[in-house]
Structures are given as structure tokens and as C-alpha cells.
């Protein structure tokens, strides 16, 4: 009786860890934030589970982590204010008052430096991530949305929503050295792993500019109805761009430009990002208050895992642990 | 209703859809109607038709310009206008999609879903009708009162609780 039941437990334990372990047995986590209840989820992404539901600064829209800083950095729009925190204890341990509207943001891959998009003050704060001591700003244009940095963190690309193009800003001086002209109204920014591809997303025109970073050669896709943010896949050869008022999210093959899929999500998908460990596409869906998860082997929907008020998550919103 | 009626005397400002704030605000309101699905969306989707339903509309005027479709809606007690433009009507899952060009409503870049589904009882039908907007003022805080969140929020609240609650009156006493 007593052998059985334990032959028994070694079974259901050895089948549980195999139907838990992700595929390269590392754990990952994604902050979302919740504009309308002023909250981050934390979810597990292997377990689907939200773990955690943090306090943060009012209407929270942007996020930005760290693995090597074990943080994860929260734009407070209508708080006027970033909130840190720790990514190992999961509590606010700092704020940092912001006197505009801080929106986008994102970390240089060197975890130096926070980049900041002030939407209404026009510009770019520059943040040392270790003493959250503002070094520096630069004047872009009317509401600066999505950022990305470069991998070798020397290159800030904006997107300038109201000008319709992309500052492309030198991060030592913070000096703009060229503006990309793209489609209608960018927001998401996206670059490829090694740099060498930006991609832009354009929600008035319903277009995706894909950049060669260095001849500034562009193509243009078409995607569906005021996209607003787009993720690559694993070896950069798909791009996942949220349709938010089609309540899709458009599959395009990077070496032929077709779409190959276009995916029924909640609604008003926005922020999107992908998540290595479990090679899949996490959606945030503002309309429904919950994450969408793409299999990024099919491209379908997998599940759905509610989360709190009004989801965005602007910005690479996964963090990684080995 | 009279407070939606205040609200709308209020909204005198201009509206700008080529810009926005960082806020999106949500208003979602469903009703449940006895009527067929099918007589539902006939009304829904009629969009030169708004008057027939909504209580703060005296009358609308649709328009074509090529493809795509337009209707003014003129508001009572001398409210003003609203232009509005028809996304797409879709007959198989029932569903209107209209946003705002211009006009007199306190609120910027609004789109709006209007959707009609069978039940819960039988021979009744379910509107969802939920809208996405931003409010007027387009500067860092302070926000000047009229043009902040709450005002566009119990705008747009207001137009769907009073044209929601008469939509159910003209469709169930209508045989």
C-alpha cells in the first residue's frame, strides 16, 4: 500500500517538473502594467500565473527590465512619476518624480542609462541606472513614443509621433544625428537582435517601416488597423505586430514580407514582447484586461491570463532568469 | 439625461483628431433586449438612423463620399453636431464600428464598437456597445476642468446609458 502510494507520488512528481520545465529551463517573468488600477502584474509565464499585483503611480503605461540590474522600471503617465522595482523581492524601492509625462522608456543593453520619453515636454531624459540621477536630456519633437538602444548602446532611436520620423541619437552626446522619415504617426519601436534592422510602427497609415540601420534603406508592410507595438521572433525572422483596433496581432514573414497569419487576441491589443524561455509572443490586451499568449511555433493563441485594469505594457516587458 | 444634456452645453471646444494624449479612456455598456437578434442589428447598423433610437439626437444626415460613409448628427436643445464616419458594418458577427471626425463631444480620437449577440433568454438579443477616446486637453497637468478624464468619460457614459436604455424601449415596443 505504502510502496504504492509512493511509486505514485515519484510519477506524479516526475510527470509534473516535465509538463512545468520550460524548454530551456529557465524561469521567465513579465511586468505588465495596468493603467486604469494604477498596478504591475507579475506573472510567471510558465505557470501562467499572475505571482504578485504591485502598487505603482498613477495610470502606468511604460516598462523597461533588467536582468543584471534586477529591476524593472514602471512610466507613471498621469503620476508624473517612474516607479523601481525590485525584480528579486518584487516591491517599489524607489520613485523618481518626473515633471511631464513620462511614456516609452527602455534600458541601454549596457544597464547604464534609463531613456525616458516625456510625451507633452517634447523630449528624452537620459537616467543613470544607479543613482537615478537625471544626466542629461534632448529635444526631440511633439510626443516622442517608443525607444530602442542599439547592442552595443551607442545609437537611441525615437520615435517622433508627430513629425513622422525617427531621431536617431547618439547616447554620449545625446546629439541627433539623422531623422528617418517613416509612416503616419510611429509609436512601437522594435530592433533586430543584432541592430541592424528598425523596425517601426506606424498606427495612422496601418504600416510597419522595416529600416536597415545602416544604408537607411526602408521597405513598408501593411498590417492591420492602428498597430501599435511589435516583438521578433527568436532567430528575427517574424515580426508580431499588435493591430489594436482589429483586435489582432498580424504574423509577417521577414524574408518574403507576406503576412502569414493574422491572430484573433483580446481586445485592443497593445504592448507585445517575446519570451525566449517558452518560445512565445505575450500580448497585452488593453479592452480586455488580460494577456494573450501566441505559440510562436503555430501562431496560436494559446491562453489567456487576466491581469488588472486596462493592460498596456509599452516596452520589452520580460524579464529572463538563468 | 440632463446631466448628459449639461455636458454636452459644456463641450464647446474644438476637436483635433490628428493628435492625442497618452491616456486612452474605456466606457463598455451592455443591455439585454427582447427582441430577435437579427431585428436588433437592423438598428444597430442603420447609421443614417441614430435619431430613431438615441434620445439626445433630433436628427442625422448620412453621407457618402466614395467608399466610405458619413452622418452628421445634430444634437437636441441646440447641442450642436457631431461628424461621424462608419469603419465597417459587419453583418456576420453583427458588429458596427464608427469613430468621431469632428464635432461637439469632449473627447479626442474616439472609436466606438457596437455589437449584437443572441441571448441570454431566447428571442432576445445582447448589445455591447464600448468606446475608446482621450480627453481634449493635450498639455502637461494641471488639466484644465472640462477638458480632463471625467468630463469625456461621463460623456460618452451618458450617450450610452440613455441611447442603450431607449434602444431597448423603441425595440420591445415595436412588433
Request: net charge neutral.
Given at each position: 500500500m505504502m510502496h504504492k502510494f509512493i511509486l505514485v507520488a515519484i510519477f506524479s512528481l516526475f510527470f509534473s517538473l516535465n509538463a512545468c520545465t520550460p524548454i530551456k529551463n529557465v524561469s521567465s517573468y513579465a511586468y505588465i502594467t495596468n493603467q486604469g488600477d494604477n498596478t504591475v502584474s507579475v506573472i510567471d509565464i510558465a505557470q501562467s500565473s499572475v505571482i504578485k499585483t504591485i502598487a505603482v503611480g498613477k495610470a502606468p503605461v511604460g516598462v523597461a527590465v533588467s536582468r543584471t540590474l534586477n529591476r524593472a522600471f514602471i512610466t507613471n503617465v498621469e503620476g508624473q512619476s517612474i516607479s523601481v522595482i525590485d525584480t528579486n523581492t518584487n516591491l517599489v524601492i524607489e520613485t523618481m518624480t518626473i515633471k511631464g509625462s513620462p511614456v516609452g522608456i527602455t534600458i541601454a543593453p549596457d544597464d547604464k542609462t534609463l531613456y525616458v520619453a516625456d510625451w507633452y515636454s517634447d523630449r528624452i531624459l537620459a537616467i543613470n541606472t544607479s543613482d537615478f540621477n537625471v544626466q542629461g536630456e534632448v529635444i526631440v519633437a511633439t510626443a516622442p513614443a517608443g525607444l530602442a538602444v542599439s547592442t552595443d548602446s551607442k545609437t537611441l532611436y525615437v520615435a517622433a509621433r508627430d513629425t513622422n520620423d525617427i531621431a536617431v541619437i547618439?547616447?554620449?552626446?545625446?546629439?541627433?544625428?539623422k531623422r528617418i522619415q517613416v509612416g503616419k504617426h510611429p509609436f512601437g519601436l522594435t530592433l533586430s537582435l543584432d541592430s541592424k534592422m528598425l523596425y517601426s510602427v506606424n498606427v495612422y497609415d496601418n504600416t510597419v517601416s522595416i529600416i536597415n540601420t545602416d544604408t537607411f534603406k526602408q521597405h513598408t508592410l501593411t498590417v492591420g488597423e492602428h498597430p501599435y507595438c511589435a516583438a521578433l521572433n527568436a532567430n528575427n525572422s517574424m515580426i508580431y505586430v499588435t493591430n489594436t483596433q482589429d483586435d489582432t496581432v498580424s504574423v509577417i514573414d521577414l524574408i518574403t514580407h507576406k503576412t502569414i497569419k493574422t491572430i484573433d487576441v483580446g481586445m485592443t491589443p497593445e504592448g507585445i514582447s517575446f519570451d525566449a524561455a517558452n518560445n512565445q509572443i505575450l500580448v497585452a490586451s488593453w479592452g480586455d484586461n488580460e494577456i494573450s499568449v501566441i505559440d510562436a511555433a503555430t501562431n496560436t493563441l494559446k491562453t489567456r491570463i487576466k491581469t488588472g485594469d486596462k493592460s498596456r505594457a509599452f516596452g520589452q516587458f520580460i524579464l529572463t532568469e538563468q | 439625461m440632463k446631466k448628459f444634456l449639461t455636458l454636452l452645453a459644456l463641450a464647446t471646444l474644438s476637436f483635433n483628431a490628428a493628435a492625442h494624449g497618452p491616456t486612452p479612456q474605456k466606457v463598455e455598456k451592455t443591455i439585454v433586449i427582447k427582441a430577435a437578434p437579427a431585428k436588433t442589428w437592423a438598428l444597430v447598423k442603420d447609421f443614417g438612423n441614430m435619431q430613431s433610437w438615441h434620445p439626445a439626437i433630433a436628427s442625422s444626415k448620412l453621407e457618402k463620399k466614395g467608399t466610405e460613409v458619413f452622418r452628421t448628427l445634430t444634437l437636441k436643445n441646440n447641442g450642436g453636431e457631431i461628424y461621424e464616419k462608419l469603419r465597417t458594418a459587419d453583418d456576420k458577427d453583427m458588429k458596427l464600428k464608427y469613430e468621431i471626425v469632428s464635432g461637439v463631444a469632449p473627447v479626442a480620437d474616439y472609436n466606438s464598437t457596437m455589437t449584437v449577440t443572441a441571448g441570454p433568454g431566447a428571442g432576445e438579443s445582447t448589445v455591447t456597445w464600448v468606446g475608446r477616446f482621450y480627453r481634449t486637453y493635450k498639455l502637461n497637468p494641471p488639466i484644465p476642468a472640462g477638458q480632463d478624464d471625467e468630463t469625456a468619460y461621463k460623456f460618452v457614459e451618458g450617450v450610452y446609458d440613455s441611447g442603450l436604455a431607449n434602444m431597448k424601449k423603441v425595440l420591445e415596443s415595436s412588433k
Open positions: 547618439d547616447t554620449a552626446s545625446l546629439i541627433i544625428r | -
